[in-house]
Nanobody, 125 residues
């Protein structure tokens, strides 16, 4: 059974940091993309980071480059999203998901078909 469990969200002040975790079960990362997405109220789901298990490469959206870092621990089947210099605009529910490795558009939600339950990140001003 494929499952992804995201955790680590919470309330943080502007400029603060949080680290999200996504524990995967029922598969290994090799051959799959693991992505981080976020969705603010009334907004479409936005892809912000992706890890490709075959290559070990990570991708970051321009909106978070220089502030967020994605990493993986293959032995623990876990990926992390380190978020620094948080802004109120980062407030959203954050999801991790498993999908296809598509280097041309690694953070396109359409490529992902197994989603975790989401964890809320709130950044206060």
């Amino acid at each position: 059974d494929v499952q992804l469990q995201a955790s680590g969200g919470g309330l943080v002040q502007t400029g603060g940091s949080l680290t999200l975790s996504c524990v995967a079960s029922g598969f290994t990362f090799d051959g799959f993309a693991i992505g981080w997405f976020r969705q603010a109220p009334g907004e479409p789901r936005e892809g912000i980071s992706s890890f490709h298990g075959s290559s070990g490469r990570t991708y970051l959206a321009d909106s978070v480059k220089g502030r967020f870092t994605m990493s993986s621990d293959n032995a623990r089947n876990t990926v992390y999203l380190q978020m620094n210099s948080l802004k109120p605009a980062d407030t959203a529910v954050y999801y991790c998901a498993r999908g296809e490795e598509v280097p041309a558009s690694p953070m396109q939600p359409l490529w992902y078909n197994a989603w975790g339950q989401g964890t809320l990140v709130t950044v206060s001003s």
